[in-house]
């Protein structure tokens, strides 16, 4: 099995797939204002309510993002964050 290992600096995007129909959206997280409550192909609700836990963890992931890139780039962490991926296919 490959080892495949990511900065955060990588992450660019985040990938969302529409488990009714497969229609898959990249949102830039440099751009990303909110998540998006519908499908843009089947209308199909993916996000009921703006308070609803689902959203509010979207909204941390991408702070958190935000957050390390700026802080990698100015030096204002003394270590190297990095993710490691699975390299299994998904099911």
């Not at 192909?41 to 993916?46: E, G, Q, V």
């Amino acid at each position: 099995m490959t080892r495949t290992i990511i900065e955060i600096a990588q992450i660019r995007a985040i990938d969302l797939e529409c488990r009714e129909c497969h229609y898959r959206g990249a949102w830039q997280i440099g751009d990303w204002r909110q998540p998006p409550a519908r499908c843009s192909n089947c209308l199909k609700i993916w996000i009921p309510n703006p308070n609803d836990e689902l959203h509010k963890n979207l909204e941390l992931l991408v702070g958190a993002l935000r957050a390390f890139d700026a802080l990698n780039k100015a030096k204002g962490i003394l270590f190297v964050l990095r993710f490691e991926l699975d390299g299994r296919d998904k099911e």
